[in-house]
């Protein structure tokens, strides 16, 4: 899962650029609204965490723009203006959820596993789950039968992705650039070697290989 | 009640009363003299009448009653003679056995003598000398037909003038209402402002109200202004102190923190201290209160929004639902109403199990706002503690006690009241009652 987040105050964005990271997400962090603007309707973020008083460009407003381009990428609003009056402007703006500064890390990482299930229609379940496995994001392991099935952390966001499409035919160069941000140098053997180390845990029927197209995570019985 | 229309009324009808008294009876007044003068001349020639009806005879004078009209002859027919000379004395026959107090001054007698049969009499007398005797002629006339018809004369001015006093009654209370127009208009607009159904008064005014209505709106734009600006500033105060709150609140986990539990506990009680206290006064800071209520709120407008919004954030299968009457208009600022709904329902939302409604009724002296959920509720005993100020019934979740300390704070400043109920869905119901501000009339 590759975030998109948008914070000007640096020692925040620092502290959520580590424990989003340690949680498994790849992280772009930008700090002015006109680059946060271009850059969350150039790159295919999965979810975008923003803060509404940026320099450059009022969030509210690069969230009015993305949302008038037709960017349908679900966008976390997390500030500090918390009064009803604001929150219901943030909605409206096309936010898909609102948390006010301060909150507890743990609410945050809540929201955005939550607001990402939502976005792939998985919502109002406590954990995630697809294809006869459960997926426990917050211990990062995984769950068959109810046997735990320990993962790395390569291993778990790619099985994460996987879940969240289920079924769905995914390229390698599609997963790299939601596996890995701006930054990470995207080596496509890593995603092949990844993928055969998920099928040596979890069975290999689990991901389809299709030859030349990518591959598919399947919907076993 | 004090009444432009009234004063101007009352003025008018008394100035037009006294006015038309004294000319009705100043005009009676000229015109009896100018009758009485008349008939003075009238019975001055009666007298000479007589005098030439007194012929001498065997006797001396002798009264020759060919030469006398009918109406002496006549009884109590009004008109009536006495002459009196040294030696004799006549009387007409109309007086027949009654007799007058006849005056003894020469000329018309200023006052009206009482005759016989309730007649009242207006005499003369005039001295003549005969055959070398001296004669005394008095002559009365009935005066009653005539006071009569004055009377008459009278009432009917008088009626007359009560036509006018109420057609000039209308007439003016026309002309003030056509004239006041503008200020009536200027009323129901201010009724309107105080309802939240209007942010400015028209400017399309007579000359003569144009500074008031100017002011008005300069000093709602001024209002209007203030608000926002330091409602601005607070936005910006709390973004300056949460931001890194946030990140110290992000620091407890960290693992140099980890190793030290004791400490770790102290900073994040102080640091919730810190945010309880900074949300709450920043809360109570952004508040419109009583003063006015800006554009009001639209409920029809501003709850499907607020209805999403919580749909958003709390995104559990609950069935969320509002009542309000058609076109209802809370006199309240927008942002206020939208704290204290939102809330309120944030509460509910947190504590339902599946269903949290929002009903609104008017009063006839105000507004009623029902809050309802499924949820727990709240013990009675516990209930009065919970309207108080600040008071936090569970720590446990987070917002529950500040969000109903705002609550309390904004019906307070409102002058409203509020309650705790049991729902019939079953779980807790706060039930607020608002007086609107009467637009007095």
Not at chain 1, 190 to 200: D, F, Q, W
Not at chain 2, 194 to 212: C, I, K, S
Not at chain 2, 392 to 420: F, K, M, N, P, T
Request: charged residues 25%; glycine residues 10%.
């Amino acid at each position: 899962m590759r975030l998109l987040l948008v914070e000007d105050h640096v020692p925040l964005a620092d502290q959520l650029l580590a424990d989003l990271k340690r949680h498994g997400y790849a992280v772009d962090w930008l700090a002015d609204g006109r680059d946060a603007e271009y850059q969350g309707a150039s790159e295919p973020y999965d979810l975008v965490v923003l803060d509404l008083g940026l320099p450059g460009k009022p969030g509210l407003d690069v969230l009015r723009a993305w949302r008038a381009r037709g960017l349908a990428t679900p966008v976390l609003i997390l500030t500090a203006r918390d009064s009803w009056a604001e929150r219901i402007d943030g909605l409206k703006a096309g936010a898909d959820d609102y948390l006010t500064k301060p909150f507890h890390p743990e609410e945050l990482l809540l929201r955005i596993q939550a607001l990402l299930r939502r976005a792939h229609g998985l919502a109002n379940q406590p954990l995630l789950a697809t294809g006869g496995l459960e997926l426990d994001e917050a211990r990062q392991e995984c769950r068959r039968d109810g046997q735990s099935i320990a993962l790395t952390a390569g291993e778990f966001r790619l099985l994460r992705y996987f879940m969240l499409h289920p079924g769905q035919l995914l390229s390698k160069s599609q997963l790299a650039e939601h596996l890995y941000d701006g930054e990470t140098e995207r080596d496509s053997n890593v995603i092949e070697v990844l993928v055969n180390r998920l099928r040596g845990k979890l069975g290999r029927e689990i991901i389809e290989t299709r030859r030349g197209q990518g591959y598919r995570f399947g919907t076993r019985p | 009640m004090n009444s432009l229309q009234r004063r101007l009324g009352l003025g008018l009808i008394a100035a037009l009363l006294v006015v038309g008294l004294i000319l009705l009876q100043a005009s009676l007044w000229l015109f009896e003299a100018g009758l009485r003068r008349s008939m003075e001349t009238d019975l001055r020639e009666e007298t000479e009448g007589l005098l030439v009806a007194l012929v001498p005879g065997a006797n001396g004078l002798q009264l020759d009653s060919q030469r006398l009209g009918p109406r002496y002859q006549r009884a109590f027919s009004g008109h009536y003679f006495r002459i009196d000379s040294d030696s004799h004395e006549w009387r007409s026959r109309s007086l027949w056995d009654s007799d007058l107090d006849w005056p003894t001054q020469d000329g018309l007698h200023p006052e009206l003598v009482d005759g016989p049969q309730d007649q009242r009499l207006l005499v003369y007398r005039a001295a003549y000398r005969r055959g070398g005797q001296p004669l005394h002629i008095s002559v009365a006339h009935d005066y009653t037909p005539i006071l009569d018809s004055f009377q008459q004369v009278r009432l009917g001015g008088l009626t007359l003038l009560g036509v006018a006093l109420l057609a000039f009654g209308l007439l003016q209370r026309l002309a003030v209402r056509t004239a006041l127009r503008p200020l009536e208009s200027a009323r129901a607009q201010i009724a309107e402002l105080q309802q939240g159904r209007r942010a400015q008064l028209d400017t399309h005014v007579p000359q003569e109200l144009q500074p008031l209505v100017t002011q008005i709106n300069h000093l709602l734009t001024q209002t209007d202004e203030t608000l926002k600006r330091s409602r601005h500033a607070i936005g910006n105060l709390g973004h300056a102190l949460k931001t890194p709150l946030a990140v110290l609140t992000g620091l407890l986990d960290s693992e140099a923190l980890a190793a030290q539990p004791a400490l770790r506990q102290q900073l994040e009680e102080q640091l919730g201290q810190i945010r309880q206290r900074v949300s709450r006064e920043l809360s109570r800071a952004r508040l419109a209160g009583e003063g006015q209520a800006g554009g009001g709120f639209d409920c029809a407008q501003e709850l499907p929004a607020l209805f999403a919004t919580l749909a958003a954030i709390h995104r559990r299968d609950l069935k969320l639902d509002w009542q309000a009457p058609p076109d209802c208009h809370l006199p309240w600022e927008r942002e206020d109403m939208l704290e204290l709904l939102g809330n309120l329902l944030d509460n509910a939302c947190k504590w339902a199990h599946s269903q949290v409604r929002l009903g609104i009724a008017t009063l006839p002296d105000g507004y009623r706002l029902r809050v309802d959920d499924d949820g727990p509720g709240i013990p009675v005993d516990r209930r009065d503690t919970v309207c108080q100020r600040g008071a936090r019934l569970d720590e446990g979740l987070e917002g529950h006690g500040l969000g109903l300390g705002i609550v309390a704070d904004i019906i307070s400043a409102w002058r409203g009241e509020w309650q705790l109920q049991a729902s019939p869905l079953g779980g807790l119901r706060v039930e607020i009652r608002l007086s609107a501000v009467s637009p007095g009339r």
